[in-house]
């Protein structure tokens, strides 16, 4: 057998090519800028409505359990739930102060 007979093609690299990678990483920060997104748009509906039986912070929480359940029964090639990154360090330090400290 030659040399050439034993070459490894991309597609057989079991971690996925960089390009998926990078692909899946866009839609991941895609999707949550538009929950982001998403949740402002229906905090500012329920305030000029003046529907206040639903805080923007559970409106915002729903958002993220409907999206959050589809990921979890999807099965597509490159699954959603790997797009989601959740670390604990940006957590703590950056989202969790305001929620404490929100005036009420």
Do not use: C
Request: no cysteine; glycine share 6%.
């Amino acid at each position: 057998m030659a040399m050439a007979d034993m070459q490894i093609s991309p597609t057989d690299d079991p971690r996925g090519s960089p390009g998926k990678e990078q692909q899946a990483a866009g839609v991941g920060i895609l999707l949550q800028i538009m929950m982001l997104v998403l949740s402002f748009v229906l905090g500012h509906v329920l305030r000029r409505h003046k529907f206040y039986y639903l805080p923007e912070a559970s409106a915002s929480l729903l958002i993220g359990l409907i999206v959050g359940a589809l990921a979890n029964i999807s099965n597509t090639e490159t699954n959603i739930r790997t797009w989601f990154n959740f670390h604990e360090e940006f957590f703590f330090l950056f989202l969790l102060p305001p929620i404490i400290l929100y005036p009420h």
